[in-house]
């Protein structure tokens, strides 16, 4: 304590007053004599300043104005109000300057994610990052992202480039006034970005296409375990439907006035994305005198995705309809000459120079055939991509025409624009209505099924054009009630067009049906228990497996106590994913193990390929109802074995108690920040987790490693202020802002936030002034 209260006297210049001790008692504290002592706390509180003086200059300089008056290129005064959440409610007076005071505010808040995400859809990240991301960059120039995004900038429509260019500009106004206090991210990457272009934001919608869209993998999957297996086992791991899709198909839920307590619809919306900090979505309020909408925006895409306004409110989830083709070519990679239809034709070369930081720029060629570019090669064959964006024209930017959407009628026509990715949009209005539509630019197919890779050479499996609006599958009003999706199939058996695509199982659809006729009369916060359900049928359907197969054949070998505690765990399991307890991991690596010994069946060697399969459980769940005898001699034995060598795997991570094993400890989920948290020392805190998860790929609240609710929204539209959302992170992707994770604490504990609309409680007030 001593030497404490002489630091601290030292430091502030007060003489010392204590009793010393004699020279001969303690020689060595000779080192503490007042002129040493003053010559350490000086050096001492130098590193202070200095450490003070860079947090300053890299962190809270960086940190956005959101009080105060400024100036801006707008044609009337606006405000940018923050809520206790930092979310920006923008009235401006008109949607221009509203259009461009959202790019303004993203641009404060989430700039250098938005430069990063435009980097990596046009193949540019190895540029400022390096060599790590070459390979990242040489794909995003095979799918040629910049490039069509360059063709949909020629073909926009005059309304959809004003609104893109409106926000641009709002960027670009940051960034203009900004350049010597932009987050840290650039001062440690040691770049500036240049100005933000309405391609870019095309760029943004495409990147989040490739993500939802991307198919291909599966079809060279199957592809390739047809090349050594049993045809007909593959199909039936790849089966077009199931047939108990719940219709219609995707991840969110409306109810009718008529089961909720308020007597009004209520609309539910969880979308599933990849992990990343900062979140996937921003969240924002735009009003001038033709708009007035809130919700979930994605940076870099001027408008809000998913929301409501003063009449209507709307959710969406991926579609997972196919638009894309892989087509075997018959080509001189040499020469680019490919043969379609008896005849030769020429693919075009494409050649671009890829910069990469600290070494020599990567050249990178493509040949663009008819179908597309040459995009995959197996020995010999080489293989081409058609993607729907790739020359779809003229381009409409629909998203300001939905936030405008007064009814029905009106929503379905801003929704006919909406080319992709392909959704389910979940609709209610405030009187009454609720409904549904799919949406997005569909390829009709005649001749050939397109979870292989198609011909090229023959012209037999070309599109012919799209699948009409009208002719999507919808639904308004429908007797039950409620509208439940969940990314199943949601296209009825008998569909006249040929159904292709990448479709999930029924289990998450079935539960929120189940959960939703468990009540008469629901309130807008009691969704959240639907939201965060844990409960997998199939999950629960495999113990029930095991425990019969155990019951039948009990094992008498070595391993016989280890068993006979799994089977004991689940024989009294009640089917939920919670962390903490021991049965959802047996169960888990269980199915690993199962699902592996059905692809060596049917495909020897290629196990590792089938690991993403969508309807892979459904797939496991029917074969052993069925238990057909050309699969396995005993199912019962199958399990066993499967039950054996998933405790093996199980002791290796987490020792031979079974019962104490926790699925928390195996589901963990680690988000690294990608810049911040690669700081030695401190990036770690930026981070999240790792943090155990409960949820699996068949609960409702989708959960695993790789992917789960990017955001939980409820709607009341009997007040819109008793609406409830939630995003993983918080609006600021700056590490300093206290906005940065405030917003993780609810949603991990499955709490949400009111969704201020009318009632804002204001922690800062920005004016804005024409200039």
């Not at 100036?71 to 923050?82: E, L, M, S, Y």
Request: glycine fraction near 8%; aromatic fraction near 10%; include cysteine.
């Amino acid at each position: 304590m001593r030497e404490v209260s002489l630091f601290r006297r030292a430091a502030e210049g007060e003489p010392d007053t204590s009793p010393q001790p004699a020279a001969d008692d303690l020689p060595s504290l000779g080192l503490f004599h007042t002129p040493l002592l003053r010559v350490v706390n000086l050096s001492i509180s130098v590193l202070l300043i200095l450490i003070l003086a860079a947090l300053y200059w890299y962190g809270w300089r960086s940190l956005p104005q959101t009080s105060g008056t400024l100036q801006a290129p707008i044609a009337a005064a606006a405000k940018i109000v923050r809520d206790e959440r930092g979310v920006p409610h923008i009235t401006a007076g008109s949607w221009q300057d509203a259009i461009f005071l959202q790019g303004y505010a993203l641009a404060q808040d989430r700039l250098w994610q938005m430069d990063a995400m435009r980097r990596l859809a046009a193949g540019e990240l190895a540029e400022v990052v390096g060599k790590a991301a070459l390979e990242s960059d040489q794909e995003s120039r095979r799918w040629r992202m910049s490039r069509i995004a360059e063709e949909q900038e020629a073909h926009l429509t005059p309304e959809s480039r004003a609104i893109l260019a409106a926000y641009a500009r709002g960027v670009n106004y940051f960034l203009e006034t900004h350049r010597d206090s932009l987050p840290p991210e650039f001062t440690l990457l040691r770049y500036d970005p240049r100005p933000w272009r309405v391609r870019d934001s095309l760029l943004a919608v495409l990147q989040m296409n490739r993500m939802l869209t991307t198919t291909w993998r599966e079809d060279m999957n199957k592809y390739l375990m047809l090349q050594g297996g049993d045809a007909a086992k593959v199909n039936f791991l790849y089966p077009p439907r199931t047939g108990a899709e719940v219709q219609p198909g995707s991840n969110a839920w409306v109810i009718s006035g008529s089961r909720s307590a308020s007597g009004k619809p209520i609309l539910a919306n969880d979308p599933h994305l990849e992990w990343g900090v900062p979140s996937a979505w921003y969240l924002v309020h735009l009003k001038a005198p033709d708009l007035d909408v809130e919700g979930a925006a994605l940076p870099g895409i001027p408008g809000v995705i998913v929301g409501h306004n003063r009449r209507i409110a709307w959710g969406v989830t991926n579609l997972g309809f196919d638009v894309q083709d892989l087509y075997r070519e018959q080509i001189d990679l040499n020469t680019g000459r490919y043969v379609f239809q008896g005849k030769v034709e020429q693919a075009r070369l494409e050649r671009e120079i890829i910069a990469v930081k600290g070494q020599a720029p990567d050249q990178f060629e493509a040949w663009v055939t008819r179908h597309g570019p040459i995009f995959v090669s197996d020995g010999p064959a080489h293989f081409s991509m058609r993607w729907m964006p790739d020359g779809a024209d003229p381009y409409v930017f629909p998203l300001l025409a939905i936030d405008r959407a007064q009814n029905w009628d009106e929503f379905n026509s801003a929704l006919t624009h909406f080319a992709g990715p392909a959704q389910n949009f979940v609709y209610a209005d405030v009187d009454g209505n609720i409904g549904y539509h799919a949406v997005g630019n569909l390829p009709v197919r005649k001749n050939c099924p397109s979870d292989v890779p198609l011909d090229g050479p023959s012209g037999q499996c070309e599109w012919q054009g799209l699948i009409p609006y009208g002719d999507l599958p919808s639904f308004f009003n429908p007797s039950a009630d409620a509208i439940v999706t969940a990314n199943q199939n949601p296209f009825p058996q008998n569909y006249e067009t040929q159904v292709d695509g990448r479709f999930g199982s029924n289990y998450r659809a079935k539960q929120i049906r189940a959960r939703l006729d468990s009540r008469a009369k629901w309130k807008p916060e009691e969704m959240l228990s639907v939201q965060k359900d844990v409960y997998s049928a199939f999950a629960h359907f495999l113990a029930s497996q095991i425990v019969s197969a155990w019951d039948k054949h009990p094992d008498t070998g070595s391993s016989l106590s280890q068993l006979r505690a799994a089977v004991d765990v689940l024989r009294s399991w009640n089917g939920q994913m919670e962390k903490g307890t021991a049965a959802p991991m047996i169960a888990t690596l269980t199915f690993d193990k199962l699902r592996n010994a059905m692809v060596e069946r049917a495909s020897p060697g290629h196990a590792a390929n089938y690991e993403s399969a969508y309807l892979a459980p459904e797939i496991a769940e029917r074969l052993l109802r069925e238990r057909p005898s050309g699969w396995f001699p005993d199912y019962d034995a199958l399990l066993l074995r499967c039950l054996k060598e998933a405790l093996a795997d199980g002791e290796k991570l987490q020792g031979s108690r079974v019962a104490r094993w926790d699925y928390g400890r195996y589901n963990l989920l680690k988000v690294e920040n990608p810049v911040i948290g690669k700081l030695p020392l401190v990036g770690g805190y930026f981070d999240i987790g790792p943090i155990p998860m409960s949820g699996s790929s068949t609960t409702v609240k989708q959960t695993t490693r790789r992917l789960g609710p990017s955001m939980r929204m409820v709607i009341d539209l009997s007040n819109f202020d008793n609406s409830l959302i939630n995003i993983t992170t918080g609006e600021s992707g700056n590490v300093f802002s206290s906005h940065y994770m405030d917003q993780w604490d609810a949603y991990y504990s499955g709490h949400s936030y009111p969704m201020e609309f009318d009632h804002v409680h204001v922690s800062s007030v920005l004016t804005i002034n024409p200039r």
